[in-house]
């Protein structure tokens, strides 16, 4: 049981180029999240889906673009890398959206743009 | 406004003395509050919950917390310290009070425990 599963796990990105994170879940959950992580802040929310066929805005979606491709797979695109995107992306889960439920985590992306 | 704060940046303890991770949270309701933990160049790997019930919350790898309504914390402890422990901890709330969209998990900024042998 794999859980959530993200790919690359590092990349080098110029200014400018686009590129596509990859994330996929195998434990049936309604609910996939995209974070990032920057030193001294904590995880912050970019995009999140509640459930199939649904995305949403978190706190910080500005120069990100999501997929939710199926049950399994949601996707974060960045159109035109900035430097201050540079940052480590987590992907999660959570079998639905709120409430007690727990959020699982991927092993991170780091990425960086220069 | 919902916030949840780790006032120590880093927490240094002796291998085999009791540890205390700090949280102290602010929400409009009642709480949902975790604890997760995140080793080099790693996710986040969830420690415990507490939902309701027992304000005392046992997790993964011996690690408890305690809920403390009228402080509003949710304290991470553990009796034994070990050099593995050595990570960065997150405590996060959710507010199940908050009726406006999405059920945020808000996390805190992180406190990073050095266990020394």
């Known amino acids: 049981n794999a859980g959530v599963t993200q790919t690359p796990k590092f990349q080098v990105l110029k200014t400018g180029q686009s590129m596509t994170l990859q994330c996929a879940q195998d434990?049936?959950?309604?609910?996939m999240y995209w974070y990032r992580q920057d030193p001294g802040m904590g995880l912050r929310l970019i995009y999140y889906s509640a459930s199939e066929g649904t995305t949403d805005k978190g706190e910080v979606p500005n120069g990100y673009n999501v997929s939710r491709l199926n049950k399994r797979e949601f996707s974060l695109r960045l159109e035109s890398a900035a430097p201050s995107q540079t940052s480590v992306y987590f992907c999660?889960?959570?079998?639905?959206?709120?409430?007690?439920?727990?959020?699982?985590f991927g092993e991170g992306s780091w990425l960086t743009v220069v | 406004a919902q916030s949840v704060a780790q006032p120590e940046d880093q927490v240094n303890v002796a291998e085999g003395n009791p540890l205390t991770v700090k949280c102290t949270y602010s929400v409009s309701g009642n709480p949902y509050l975790f604890w997760y933990v995140q080793y080099p160049n790693r996710g986040l790997q969830f420690l415990l919950k507490?939902?309701?019930?027992?304000?005392l919350v046992k997790g993964s790898y011996g690690f408890e917390a305690e809920f403390n309504k009228s402080q509003t914390s949710f304290h991470l402890k553990k009796p034994s310290a070990l050099v593995s422990d050595s990570a960065l901890y997150f405590c996060a709330v959710r507010d199940i009070m908050f009726s406006g969209g999405y059920n945020k998990l808000i996390f805190g900024a992180g406190t990073r425990l050095a266990v020394h042998p």
């Open positions: 999660a889960s959570s079998p639905r959206e709120g409430g007690g439920n727990t959020i699982y």
């Open positions: 507490y939902i309701t019930g027992d304000n």
């Open positions: 434990m049936n959950h309604n609910s």
